[in-house]
């Protein structure tokens, strides 16, 4: 923050009152590829996210500079102005939310001066994106007084991402990056909105996040494609069930419907989902029962299905994983879109320090480059920082 400050202070001057806003990234510790599907996942904010330090200006001018993107330097728009433009990169995020702000009726008639400064790992699959939507989001609601309660903020984040930047993603990013809670995972029912927070008692172990170091390139793109997918297997075993999504099939019905799924591959996607979902349900009740190495198998499971059956893993977060599981992790799993980012693992505290070299030197024996590891803690979601 105290870097932010400085920064602002050089590209836009000393005068008047600067804000200060916080928005954690997320890891989802089970559920992937559910959200969309209608079902549940259970991801939790971190203490890594982005800053944002912003000042109202008296005219329409919009100018926005972030430290993680500094060779594009500062990026300049006109509040009336604001079309997607893929030379602002970045910037697209927070013109996104502007404008979906505007339709949903925000007066937002000023600009303002703003820098972001990100601790989350680039393109690691931490939710970067979501984390500057929703930062974007606190500074807009506080600047101009808007009054818009954290869900509302967090449905017009996703909002933003869906239209605006036209990544069809579900709800879970915006989600847990809004309404985070300190030391707590979050039980979302993406489709009814519904959640409970539970507390994540981990006592001798630690959450250890793995980056691959490798650019999700196919992410979008295969994001947007596993969607469809699931969406005309669901349209199948519609013809059987009185279903509005994959979400609300259990097992026990996919096994019995599937042949209903015209297509080979398309019935892979939707026993994902189905299984992922039911998976992401018996996690909440391990750990609340204290049972981390019932979670941890799950988890293993996971990140099975997801290279299987989803077809979304690489073999980048395979090796990884594989090394985890060889190196004694209590559960590892690919953890956010896919095709690169990273994993999640549950380490024994006494195995972190050889967790980390051994692991490391695995991937890099096989790869050729290295792998990086977070010890995360779980905090809280967005907000203003007084």
């Excluded at 969309?36 to 001018?61: E, H």
């Excluded at 996703?158 to 995972?185: L, S, W």
């Excluded at 029912?189 to 981990?202: G, V």
Aim: charged share 20%; net charge negative; glycine share 8%.
């Amino acid at each position: 923050m105290e870097v932010a400050i400085r920064l602002f202070n050089e590209k836009f001057g000393h005068f008047g009152e600067m804000q200060t806003y916080f928005a954690p990234g997320r890891v989802n510790l089970i559920g992937e590829h559910t959200d969309y599907n209608g079902g549940y996942v259970f991801p939790c904010a971190l203490s890594v996210g982005t800053y944002a330090i912003a000042r109202k200006r008296s005219d329409g001018k919009i100018r926005m500079y972030s430290t993680n993107f500094s060779e594009l330097g500062v990026v300049e728009v006109e509040i009336g102005h604001l079309q997607y433009d893929m030379d602002h990169s970045w910037a697209n995020y927070p013109k996104g939310v502007i404008v979906t702000f505007q339709r949903h009726g925000c007066c937002i008639e000023n600009g303002f001066d703003v820098v972001y400064l990100g601790n989350i790992p680039n393109k690691a699959g931490l939710s970067s994106s979501a984390s500057i939507e929703l930062v974007t989001a606190v500074l807009l609601n506080d600047l101009f007084h808007l009054n818009l309660d954290m869900l509302t903020m967090v449905k017009l984040s996703q909002q933003a991402e869906n239209q605006y930047i036209g990544v069809n993603c579900g709800i879970m990013d915006q989600f847990a990056i809004g309404m985070g809670k300190k030391d707590h995972a979050i039980l979302l029912d993406c489709q009814t909105l519904d959640y409970t927070y539970s507390p994540i008692m981990l006592a001798d172990l630690e959450l250890i996040i793995a980056n691959t170091n490798k650019s999700r390139g196919l992410a979008d793109s295969k994001y947007n494609e596993r969607r469809t997918e699931c969406e005309l297997a669901l349209a199948d075993l519609q013809t059987v069930l009185s279903v509005n999504s994959l979400g609300e099939v259990s097992v026990q019905e996919f096994e019995a419907f599937k042949t209903h799924i015209k297509s080979d591959l398309f019935r892979k996607r939707a026993k994902h989902a189905v299984y992922e979902n039911d998976r992401t349900k018996q996690a909440v009740q391990k750990m609340k029962n204290g049972d981390m190495a019932g979670l941890g198998l799950l988890m293993n499971q996971s990140h099975l299905s997801l290279r299987y059956d989803y077809e979304v893993s690489s073999k980048e977060l395979d090796i990884l994983v594989e090394a985890a599981w060889k190196e004694g992790a209590i559960g590892a799993r690919m953890t956010g879109a896919g095709f690169g980012g990273c994993t999640i693992n549950i380490i024994e505290k006494q195995n972190v320090t050889s967790f980390r070299e051994n692991v490391g030197r695995i991937y890099y024996e096989n790869l050729g480059f290295q792998a990086d590891f977070y010890q995360v803690q779980i905090g809280s979601g967005a907000r203003k920082i007084n």
